[in-house]
């Protein structure tokens, strides 16, 4: 059978076991958001994979719509390329969900930069230890910043939903979730490494370090860095290394 010219197969070797991918096409020259499509279809076969492979060993997933704890504070990190991705999707919002979201994201903005934190998250230092990292987790997980995308304890993105999220499923009470420093939750481990390889190729692209930056800032970093965001490059040896780097 031919493979359809918007659509590519792939098939990863995890675990000794053949996992077939068939993912959108990226264009030929293509911002790095536009890679996400076909990244997010390697990551969700890999975390079916991973899900299939935890119940085999008797640990189901207990994460539901509706279980929404890891979505009430905690700093989710997102790659350049999915903060741009997430100001477009924003922007082509509806003109009244679009205040609405936006106004969202400003409130926490303003919360995070009078708690002094917004610059030190946009401009990590590339020298950030892991003890200083959990401090500031710590400090920004005490504000308790629900996500701009939660709506009815559900996400309103799921579709595009960041890397991180798609990646962190528990088998433990999901009550457990509300406090990830005060508790240990089992998390279902995961054979790829999604953001890892993203900020790799970031780096290749734009030829600096990069960082992932909590989702409440994904926005301001995305306008701050826009004219970077918007280069476009020869899509298949980024999506090559991206798939080397995973």
């Not at 030829?207 to 918007?230: D, F, I, K, M, W």
């Amino acid at each position: 059978m031919r493979t359809p010219p918007n659509r590519i197969h792939l098939v990863l070797r995890i675990d000794g076991e053949a996992v077939p991918v068939s993912a959108p096409r990226p264009p030929l020259r293509a911002r790095l958001d536009e890679l996400l499509p076909a990244q997010r279809a390697v990551d969700n076969a890999a975390i079916d994979h991973a899900v299939r492979k935890a119940a085999a060993a008797g640990k189901q997933v207990t994460c539901a719509k509706g279980c929404s704890a890891c979505c009430r504070a905690q700093p989710v990190p997102v790659t350049p390329a999915e903060a741009y991705a997430l100001l477009r999707l924003v922007e082509a919002l509806p003109a009244a969900r679009r205040e609405q979201v936006e106004a969202r994201f400003d409130d926490r903005v303003q919360r995070l930069r009078g708690a002094g934190l917004a610059d030190l998250l946009l401009d990590r230092a590339d020298d950030l230890d892991a003890e200083r990292a959990r401090g500031l987790a710590l400090a920004y997980f005490k504000l308790g910043l629900v996500c701009p995308f939660l709506a009815e304890d559900a996400c309103s993105i799921h579709p595009q939903r960041p890397f991180v999220c798609r990646q962190y499923l528990v088998s433990s009470d999901p009550a457990l979730c509300a406090d990830p420093f005060a508790n240990h939750a089992e998390v279902i481990p995961m054979p790829l490494h999604a953001a890892t390889a993203a900020l790799a190729i970031s780096e290749t692209a734009y030829g600096r370090a990069q960082h992932s930056v909590p989702l409440t800032l994904a926005l301001e970093y995305a306008r701050s860095h826009r004219a970077e965001l918007e280069r476009q490059f020869d899509a298949e040896p980024l999506f090559r290394q991206w798939l080397g780097a995973l």
